[in-house]
Every structure is written in structure tokens, then in C-alpha cells.
């Protein structure tokens, strides 16, 4: 991307968004409406992709693929030119002549969204870092684009009240918006949460949820960082390592395990939170824990405990657990394999297994097409707020509630105007003690 491309305030939209006095600049597309009117038609359905990494591009693959694929995809925006060539190249062997981007409709850059929102498309997949998800979740909705949203949702209570606006404003147009929480859409999970809410574990009393890996995307070495790069192309270009654009490892990577949480909690909002966490390989850079350790409590004293840990060569686990008053429900290393309930009746899933990631997609496009309409707002948001509850409680070694984290003035984005050859000096690597909530 060209040092100058227009700057984009993150901060500056947040703040003018929140609340009374949400007001988002408008995206206008000669044709908005468009997608409201593919019910019953043979017209293709035409995809736009904002963030083409390795997710953003596998979710157009599935996008492609999804029900009775007469898709195209038309444009595609990203900070960086050679992934974007990269990206069209790897479709173009999968899809062929159904990847139709003119190099008119490759947009390179920190507002290149905005151009793929002004064009001709319908559905479009958000999956630049989450940072400034709020910001192109709002922005798809007021161009009436039909979305699917990579997960997280926002990084911070004040990014995580303009999506949830976005979210209110998407059900008033109708419009569908399908979230990344990929285990929602896996079928036997969703045989097994089904068969919690109908009570075979009778009421939950307490969970337990892992995401223990090795580091995700690992913060480069300092000296490896080519003279002349800006602070804010490095921190893009490394966005997992910085707070204001990944939210860390637990709003970013385990919030699949706080969805799971929260879904065998029905999806209602605890009380309250306290946690542990901390960094134990040090990095050059970056601003980010390595380790969390969270207790959720629910109503009635139910506690929901969720760790969390990137660090290499120790051991791996990703599980569940929920235990009610009539047996409990694994998943994972614990349960032995696929969804096991071991209460009164037991039972394992035995049924057909398809791509969680296709499945997504495939409700996603057949509501599209047939003027059906599927809406994942509501939970997709708790599920991203429990995570950033969730790490801000480590974060600050305090006892934080549910009303005082939503109310929180916590804005992680810089300052200023963000533009790509800017200075930008990070928050430091949080204190538990210290690190105050605002």
C-alpha cells in the first residue's frame, strides 16, 4: 500500500458512532438494494472480500462453494498488493473463471473497503484483523450488503458498541449476517448443545473450556524489520501481536472456546469475571499476554472457568466441559473424540460430518437466494464481549462486572488519525495490579 493512501481514524469513527450520536460516513452504492433481490432469481450472486489472508481467502473458497454456487467473486481489498495477487491466484485455480476481479476492482489500502462497498456486490466477507471490525461491519450494513463476519466482532467495549449498533441496524434492514464462531455451525456440536438445552444434563453447574497451543502468528524478530517501514505497516503486518488490532490471544483465537462457553450458558451474560494471566516468553515487540486463566460467574453461582495458552513445547488441548445436575457433556481430548454426554442416556455423535467452515457459507448463500433471513448479531457479540471481559479482568488482576465492562470507555485504537506511514507507540504489555479499567 502506498504511504499515501488517505488516512482512516478508527478512533475518530468510534467516537462519533457510539451511542445518540451514531453517525458513520454513508457508503453509497448505485445499487444497495440489490441484494435484497435475489429470492427466486438466477442472477449470480456477487461477492466482494475485504482481508484476503489465509482466512479471509479460505472463507472466499467457501464462499465459491456454498449452495447451488452460481457466485462470482468481483473485488477484493487488502493493505498489501501481493496478497491480493496471491489470494486471485489460489481462487483462480480452484474457481476458475467464477474469480472475475478486473485490476480496477483490487484495492489496495486502509480505506480500499470502502470501494468494494461502493461497488456492485451482495454478499461480502469481512476478515481484515479485527481491530477494525466495527468500523467495516458498519460500513457493509449501511451499503445493504448481505455479510458474513469473521470473529472477533471488536477488540474493546467502545468498538464492541458500534457493532453491536451495526448488529440492530442489519436486523432493521433485513439483512443476513453470518458470524465466524465456525463450531455454531458444526453438526455435531450443534446435536449436543441441542440436547443440553433440552435437558439431558439437567441444569449446568459448572463448565471448564481450553484453548492451550502453541504461539498463533509469533511476533518477528526486531531486527528483521526492513528500514523504513512505519510503526503502523509493522504493527499491521504483525496485527496478532498488538492489542488494538488483534484483542489478544483470547478474544482473538480461544473466544471459539468463550462462544462455547457462552453457548452452553444459553447465551445470557455473566455477572462478572476475574482472571489471571500474564507473558511468559518474552518478545521483541509486541503487547500481548500468552497465557489467561478466567472465571466466569454466572447466576445462581454457576462458574465457568476458561484457560488459555500460546506457548510452544507444552501440551495441547482444546475442550469442554459442562456438567449438570444429571451427567455432563465432553467434547474434545476429554470426551475421547466427537460430542460424548455421559448422564443418564448416553450418547456420542454418530451422524454425518461436514466442513464446519462450508456449512457457514452454504446458510449463509442459501438465505441469500431464497429471501430467507439468518441474523447470528446477538450471539456473536455476547460471545466478543466475554472474551474482552474476560482478558481485561487478567489484564487488570480485578473483579470486573458485566455492567462495568459494556459501560467502560476502553478504546485501545491510536489517538490520531491512523495513517500508514505513521509513528504509533502501542499501550505497554498490561500490569495485573496496575493496568487500571477506564
Known amino acids: 500500500m502506498s504511504p499515501t493512501t488517505p488516512p482512516l481514524s ?13 453517525a458513520p460516513a454513508v457508503i453509497t452504492a448505485a445499487t444497495s438494494l440489490r441484494a435484497q433481490q435475489k429470492a427466486d432469481s438466477s442472477e449470480t450472486i456477487k461477492i466482494g472480500l475485504i482481508g484476503c489472508g489465509g482466512r479471509g481467502s479460505g472463507a472466499a473458497n467457501q464462499a465459491l462453494s456454498a449452495y447451488d454456487k452460481n457466485s462470482k467473486l468481483v473485488a477484493i481489498a487488502d493493505v498489501q498488493d501481493t496478497q491480493i495477487e496471491k489470494s486471485l491466484s489460489n481462487l483462480k485455480a480452484i474457481h476458475g473463471e467464477r474469480v472475475d476481479v478486473s485490476p480496477e476492482h483490487r484495492f489496495t489500502g486502509l480505506d480500499g473497503f470502502k470501494k468494494v462497498l461502493a461497488m456492485d456486490v451482495d454478499v461480502v466477507i469481512l ?12 460500513a457493509a450494513v449501511e451499503a445493504g450488503k448481505h455479510i458474513f463476519c469473521e470473529k472477533p466482532m471488536a477488540v474493546d467495549p467502545a468498538g464492541y458498541r458500534v ?56 511476533m518477528p524478530k526486531a531486527d528483521t524489520r526492513p528500514e523504513g517501514m512505519s510503526d503502523v505497516e509493522w504493527q499491521v503486518r504483525n496485527w496478532y501481536n498488538f492489542s488494538w488490532l488483534g ?10 472456546s468463550v462462544d462455547k462457553l457462552c453457548w452452553g450458558m444459553k447465551d445470557q451474560p455473566p455477572v462478572a469475571a476475574v482472571g489471571v494471566g500474564g507473558r511468559q516468553i518474552q518478545a521483541e515487540g509486541g503487547n500481548i499476554f500468552d497465557h489467561f486463566h478466567v472465571a466466569y460467574e454466572f447466576a445462581g453461582g454457576v462458574m465457568c472457568h476458561m484457560a488459555s495458552r500460546q506457548i510452544p513445547n507444552c501440551y ?53 437466494r431464497n429471501g430467507g433471513l439468518v441474523n447470528d448479531g446477538d450471539r456473536m457479540m455476547n460471545s466478543t464481549m466475554m472474551a474482552i471481559l474476560g482478558r481485561t479482568a487478567c489484564y487488570t488482576g480485578k473483579r470486573i462486572t458485566w455492567d462495568e465492562i459494556t459501560k467502560s470507555a476502553l478504546d485501545l485504537a491510536p489517538e490520531e488519525t491512523l495513517g500508514w506511514g505513521d509513528k504509533f507507540e502501542p499501550t505497554p504489555l498490561p500490569q495485573p495490579g496496575i493496568t487500571k479499567l477506564v
Open 127 to 138: 476478515a481484515t484483523p479485527p481491530g477494525f471490525r466495527p468500523v467495516h461491519l458498519t
Open 247 to 256: 484483542g489478544d490471544g483470547l478474544v482473538e483465537q480461544a473466544v471459539h
Open 163 to 218: 457493532a453491536m449498533e451495526a448488529v440492530r441496524k442489519a436486523k432493521e434492514k433485513k439483512l443476513n449476517l453470518v458470524a465466524g464462531f465456525c463450531w455454531r455451525y458444526d453438526y455435531a456440536r450443534q446435536e449436543a448443545f441441542k440436547r443440553l438445552m433440552d435437558g439431558e444434563i439437567g441444569d449446568v453447574v459448572a463448565s471448564s473450556h481450553t484453548y492451550h497451543t502453541g504461539p498463533v502468528k509469533p
Open 10 to 22: 478508527r478512533r475518530h469513527f468510534i467516537r462519533t458512532s457510539s451511542g445518540a450520536l451514531f
Open 316 to 368: 495441547g488441548d482444546t475442550s469442554d466441559i459442562i456438567a449438570g445436575t444429571k451427567g455432563k457433556l465432553l467434547i474434545g481430548k476429554v470426551g475421547g473424540g466427537e460430542p460424548l454426554i455421559d448422564g443418564q442416556k448416553r450418547w456420542r455423535w454418530k451422524g454425518q460430518k461436514k466442513d464446519m467452515y462450508q456449512v457457514e457459507h452454504d446458510v449463509l448463500f442459501e438465505a441469500v
